[in-house]
């Protein structure tokens, strides 16, 4: 119908620009004409690629996991993919067996979005699933597939950094448990010098899961003290959100009568009252990274893995000022 060959068809379809654009602009004409859908399966039958990728998360609920599947998509659509995401519901076998339904679909490769704590019945069993992967938000070690990460300690720096140079010296830190990511940030505040020691002598380190609620616990927990902080570095943007809540029941004035400082600039954080100063993860940096390891077959053949980690900045909005004077 365009009167070019099948192999003019198909480089076309691919997107591998080395066709004129009248050729391009006149198959294009015809696909649309007779409604033709490429079949990704074919593709992978004859061993291309499907053009597919798959995403398996940890939790899609959580803010920071969607902002990173939507930077995944984007990416992988600007190189020709596709995305089929899945939740294991924070189950490590339930990631093994998704990862298998995706090599029977014929996936390229897929991402692991953020650790699981049962994580060693992923990695005992993948090596014989055979698909090309990479980790996402897992922190700064070494995993048997490539791993993508923003620098945790470098981002509890730079909050710290914000905070001290308010003139905080009682700052107090809610974390989220086992999450490695998390884990990196505690260790940050905990080797902070002139405030890592003192908050865990003053009882200012509190572990809670990463749940607002459990944050607006954490607030009432240390409001309620004689020897309340003037700063909270919330390990999550989601425990901030908690944090400010509880503190606007208990008119608590922040930032005049306490700061508060999140991690992750989540989509939320720029939307609440006051909006949230806090530490900027480059999800588009992450997921391009993330793609270029997918995508490098020179990779694949030797399966070389490595540690990629990122940057991260310090967003500084309208929840934290300087501490109130006690004097």
């Known amino acids: 119908m365009a009167g070019v060959s099948q192999a003019t068809v198909s480089q076309v379809i691919r997107g591998t620009n080395t066709v004129s654009e009248a050729v391009e602009a006149r198959v294009r004409s015809s696909i649309l004409a007779l409604g033709y859908v490429p079949n990704p399966l074919a593709r992978g039958l004859k061993g291309a690629n499907t053009g597919l990728f798959g995403v398996v998360a ?35 076998p339930a990631a093994l067996h998704l990862a298998r339904l995706m090599k029977e679909q014929l996936c390229d490769g897929v991402a692991f ?13 993948y090596e014989q699933v055979g698909l090309r992967a990479v980790g996402l938000l897992q922190g700064n070690r070494q995993l048997p597939i490539s791993n993508v990460t923003v620098d945790n300690i ?54 809670t899961p990463n749940r607002a609620q459990a944050g607006a616990e954490a607030l009432a927990a240390l409001w309620h003290r004689d020897d309340r902080p003037t700063a909270i570095f919330a390990a999550t943007d989601v425990i901030a959100t908690g944090l400010l809540a509880r503190a606007h029941e208990l008119h608590v004035s922040v930032p005049a009568a306490l700061s508060i400082i999140g991690f992750d600039d989540s989509p939320m954080s720029a939307h609440l009252v006051p909006a949230l100063t806090t530490v900027h993860q480059p999800t588009e940096l992450l997921a391009r990274s993330a793609m270029d390891i997918l995508t490098d077959s020179r990779r694949q053949r030797t399966k070389r893995t490595r540690v990629h980690v990122i940057p991260p900045d310090l967003v500084l909005r309208a929840s934290t000022a300087s501490p109130p004077d006690t004097s």
Request: no cysteine; charged share 25%.
């Open 113 to 125: 979005v953020g650790d699981l704590q049962d994580e060693h019945l992923l990695w005992e069993g």
């Open 58 to 92: 940890r939790d899609i609920s959580m803010p920071t996991t969607t902002l990173m599947i939507s930077s995944l998509v984007r990416e992988a659509r600007a190189r020709g993919y596709e995305v089929v995401v899945a939740d294991t519901g924070e189950s490590a």
């Open 154 to 207: 470098l981002g509890g720096k730079l909050a710290l950094d914000h905070l001290t140079s308010l003139g905080h010296h009682r700052i107090a830190f809610v974390g989220a448990g086992w999450i490695h990511a998390i884990r990196e940030r505690t260790q940050a505040f905990l080797d902070y010098p002139g405030v890592g020691e003192k908050a865990v002598s003053m009882g200012y380190l509190l572990e």
